[in-house]
Nanobody
């Protein structure tokens, strides 16, 4: 069983930066892919970025391309999301997700992921 714990959420002003972290425990070496999602109250969870842990291939939502960077540490037991040039519309609860199956669909699909963290709040406001 994989456990995921996010941290790093905070309140920042527009244009600011934050780095979210996700600590992965329990068979982290078996994770095939990982991702970051976000959700605002009353809205569906949306994909932000994903990574195939073996190849390092990444995917980004159009809304965050050029501003956000997903990365993993060499031991593959930490996942990061570096967020620059933050906008008010980036305000949401951010979730880390992991999956150990090769099949299951694209990195952007929430149903693709087996394991989820509890989330960390990011608020962008002046």
């Amino acid at each position: 069983q994989v456990q995921l714990v996010e941290s790093g959420g905070s309140s920042v002003q527009p244009g600011g930066s934050l780095t979210l972290s996700c600590v992965v425990s329990g068979n982290a070496e078996n994770n095939y892919c990982m991702g970051w999602f976000r959700q605002e109250p009353g809205k569906e969870r949306e994909a932000v970025a994903g990574i195939y842990t073996g190849t390092g291939t990444t995917w980004y939502a159009d809304s965050v391309k050029g501003r956000f960077t997903i990365a993993q540490d060499s031991a593959k037991n930490k996942l990061y999301l570096r967020m620059n040039s933050l906008k008010p519309e980036d305000t949401a609860v951010y979730y880390c997700a992991a999956d150990q199956r090769r099949a299951g669909g694209g990195l952007y699909l929430p149903q693709r992921y087996q394991f989820w963290g509890q989330g960390t709040q990011v608020t962008v406001s002046s």
